[in-house]
């Protein structure tokens, strides 16, 4: 007699209810417990086991979306094995009145009169850098209201080669320069660097042939094109070599403090830079610097391109500045790499590269995405954004295209990021620094100090001094890591925790109930096949089955 399917399944449900590790699954089938009981006890094991399950679901969800947290570190890292931060000054004077008298220049060309081509050159030159107030009445010193000469001078302005011949020279920009409280040599220490806001002097950032691509070496002749490869010149700031730094590994085991980019023993006054700048009031002009005189500070990592038309601490004439700095170390796990950069929002070294810088930041890549924006939009880049050789340097009678570049740009990439696509996809880097500063300043007394002294100083007179403080605030740092939220036997653990305290279950009852759906079946199969095949039926049998179809063959009691 062949057994029907529905009462197999009965019979396995209700033996495997029986025999279950699963917490109230055998009240369910217990004969002597009511059926009110019953139904009870099967609310309760349904109602847990829904629990149990979307606990575990969100448990896993929220372990894929968000695969990390950020957590301070266990222990303090010492100043040491960070590096000292990059300083960018940029004077607001940005001429020598003996190479060019831009007021007298500027006026002269706002009562429409006559300019030489050398003049038409500067002129245009310095609408790039200086203030809103410097313009003409009809365009940016444009072809239109100008001579031959002033249209020849549009054609090959040669923004950064001009800047650089109209500079304050570097020996008479610096007085003196201490770093670890030793003097140094000026120009050892602080390399020329064209930026945004014209010609500006960094400490302690990588060299352009370490933070550009091979492609831009004409940019550093451009900037120091009287820098010697041999003698002396060869201490320049400008041919200082990274010695094994990057910021995602730090510096290397053999690297000792002489290393570059420099860093510091200690905190405090004696382990920071101290340096000495002076103008002259003779080369005070408010057409180009505008109202605010004296200096643009920014403090940066070595590795990154200061934009001070951004981020800038306003340093005026005749004052002593500390600027106190505490650094902001994040890091990430090693381990954090086989997640994709959105899961863990950075990136690290080996994943984005960029057109025409060697080291990836987000500073870097935004920079680079409005060079490239730029391109697209008005068909040439700035002075002070990284380019090929034949990419063409925007006039300036091009200045409006450019500025309004970078607003566009903005609004563009608030709609992409609404959009869930970020334009410029610039994501910061796995390990970053941040210097958050603290700071504080004095005016310099200059007269009194003269009127003091027994000898008078008579080169001093006229001068506006700075003088600049940077050292970090203590010895030792906290500081942020990027860790794992949960790995897997932290997930194991948690859905295993759930399982026995919501159920009782374990990894065995998931094994029983594998077991009861798919071995226990099969096996029953495959004896019912067995016995089928081996057992045959008796000759009395045979003949009882023949005449009646009534009789039924009763087994054996067996006690």
């Known amino acids: 007699m062949r057994v029907h399917r529905g009462t197999i399944l009965k019979h396995l449900a209700r033996e495997y209810f029986a025999s279950s590790s699963c917490h109230g699954m055998s009240y369910i089938v217990h004969p002597k417990v009511s059926i009110a009981e019953r139904v009870c006890w099967s609310f309760v094991v349904v109602l847990s086991l829904s629990v149990c399950i979307s606990a575990i679901v969100i448990g896993h969800q929220k372990w894929i979306e968000k695969p990390m947290i950020v957590s301070f570190s266990a222990r303090p890292i010492p100043v040491w094995k960070m590096p000292f931060p990059a300083i960018t000054i940029c004077p607001q004077t940005r001429i020598d009145v003996e190479k060019f008298n831009i007021t007298e220049v500027y006026l002269r060309a706002r009562a429409n009169k006559t300019l030489a081509p050398d003049e038409w050159h500067k002129l245009r030159a310095l609408t790039h ?3 809103s107030l410097m313009r003409s009445k009809n365009d940016f010193y ?8 002033s249209a020849l001078a549009a054609a090959s302005e040669q923004v950064v080669e001009q800047l650089v011949n109209m500079s304050i020279p570097h020996d008479e920009l610096f007085v003196s320069c201490l770093w670890s409280f030793n003097f140094r040599p000026c120009e050892a220490l602080w390399a020329r660097k064209v930026t945004e806001n014209g010609v500006c002097y960094s400490f302690n950032m990588l060299s352009s042939a370490e933070l550009y691509t091979a492609d831009q070496e004409f940019r550093e002749r451009e900037v120091n094109p009287d820098v010697r490869k041999r003698g002396f010149k060869s201490l320049h700031a400008s041919k200082m070599r ?16 002489l290393a570059y980019p420099r860093r510091t023993a200690s905190g405090g006054f004696k382990g920071g830079a101290i340096v000495l700048m002076k103008a002259h009031q003779t ?6 610097s505008g109202a605010l005189q004296g200096y643009k500070v920014t403090i940066h990592p070595p590795d990154e391109f200061p934009r001070l038309s951004e981020y800038h601490i306003r340093v005026p004439p005749m004052q002593a500045v500390s600027i106190i700095v505490k650094p902001r170390l994040l890091t990430t796990q090693k381990n954090l790499h086989r997640y994709p950069p959105t899961k863990r929002q950075c990136f690290f070294s080996d994943e984005r590269k960029l057109r025409f810088f060697r080291v990836y930041n987000e500073q870097n890549c935004e920079f680079e995405c409005l060079t490239n924006y730029t391109l697209a939009t008005c068909g040439c880049v700035t002075f002070a954004m990284p380019r090929e050789n034949t990419t063409r340097v925007c006039s300036a009678h091009e200045k409006r295209c450019y500025k309004s570049a970078v607003t566009r740009l903005m609004e563009l990439d608030e709609l992409s990021e609404d959009r869930g696509q970020e334009m410029c996809d610039c994501l910061p880097a796995c390990t970053t620094i941040k210097y958050d500063v603290e700071l504080s300043n004095d005016w310099l007394n200059l007269d009194a100090m003269l009127a003091s002294m027994i000898r008078r100083e008579s080169g001093m007179e006229g001068m506006e001094p700075m003088l600049l403080y940077v050292y970090f605030k203590d010895n030792k740092f906290l500081y942020i890591e990027r860790v794992e939220y949960m790995n897997f036997n932290g997930e194991l653990a948690n859905f295993g925790g759930i399982l026995a305290l919501l159920s009782g279950m374990s990894l065995t009852s998931l094994a029983e109930i ?7 079946p099969l096996g029953l199969w495959v ?9 045959q039926p008796s000759a009395p049998e045979v003949q009882l089955r023949s005449r009646s179809a009534s009789v039924n063959l009763v087994r054996p009691w067996i006690p």
């Open 129 to 131: 850098v200086c203030s």
């Open 142 to 149: 444009g072809t239109s209201g100008a001579t031959s000469e």
């Open 527 to 535: 004896k019912a096949l067995y016995v089928r095949a081996t057992v």
């Open 283 to 288: 080369n005070r002009e408010y057409i180009c």
């Open 514 to 520: 594998l077991y009861y759906i798919f071995v226990r």
């Open 242 to 257: 990274s010695t094994g730094w990057t910021m995602e590994n730090g510096y290397t085991v053999g690297e000792d403090l």
